[in-house]
């Protein structure tokens, strides 16, 4: 398979540190606020492991008035091809995509706008074949349709699936493994999504693990999900724990800290 052509190999990558405001984002359920100090500390790592797994990381500066501006995978796509401005349907977020869109106007030849409706990265999963795109709260039919037109410019089939039910994003309970496995929860294994993929379940209790990162040689799984680590450990992987107890507090996982492509 050519390099660019695998979406789980990536050599750069965009991520913005945590605001202080990180403290006040977004969640289902109150656990407590996380700590700005804990979140900034695991965006270290983050950072970090990226670098150590081969990728050069654009940091940018932090946006006070977006508490959730940390987890930038949400407001675009990045491929090696062009990048999409998505729309967030959370009033508090929906700020964001503006925020972005210099700095991907300034990396990328082909910047695309959503037309309509509204998506969240989080809801968007690249596989060797499609892209798929989970509708949910976040996502929603119009934009889920747009984005398969915009997909189309760039070369890509997108294909809508559906968000279980009162799960944030469809990544939240999913992330490639390698172009032809899925690390997946049970519950989204059972909608029949993943027929013609491989998948490995998430061992139960530990549902929020299957919000991993496969970066290059490495799979990113939080520091947490002991059970995970092994399994994926067993199956062959070289897993990195990586810390997420704070960004969890606000429903968030590894995934969501950057946008990463292929640059060729
Ligand atoms: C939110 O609710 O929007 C944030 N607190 C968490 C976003 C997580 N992003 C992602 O899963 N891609």
Known sequence: MANNQNPTRFNRAIVRCPAHSVAHGLRADNVGNPDYQGVKAEHNAYIAALGLAGVEVT????????????????????????????????????????????TLRDTFDTVIELPKGHVEGGDVLYTRDTVMIGLSARTDRAGAEALVQCL???????????????????????????PDTVLTTARLARSGVFDGLKTIRVPDGEEAAANALRVNDVVFVGADFPKTIDLLTSNGYRVVPLPTTQIGKIDAGLSCMSLRWNQI
Do not use: N, W
């Open 59 to 102: 940091i940018l500066p932090a946006l006070e008035e977006y508490p959730d501006s940390i987890f930038v995978e949400d407001p675009a796509l990045v491929f090696t091809k062009g990048s999409i401005i998505l729309r967030s349907s959370a009033p508090s977020r929906a700020g964001e995509a503006s925020a972005m869109a210099p």
């Open 152 to 178: 189309g410019q760039l070369g890509k089939k997108g294909r809508i699936v559906q968000t279980p039910p009162d799960v944030l994003h469809f990544k939240t309970d999913c992330s490639l493994l390698d």
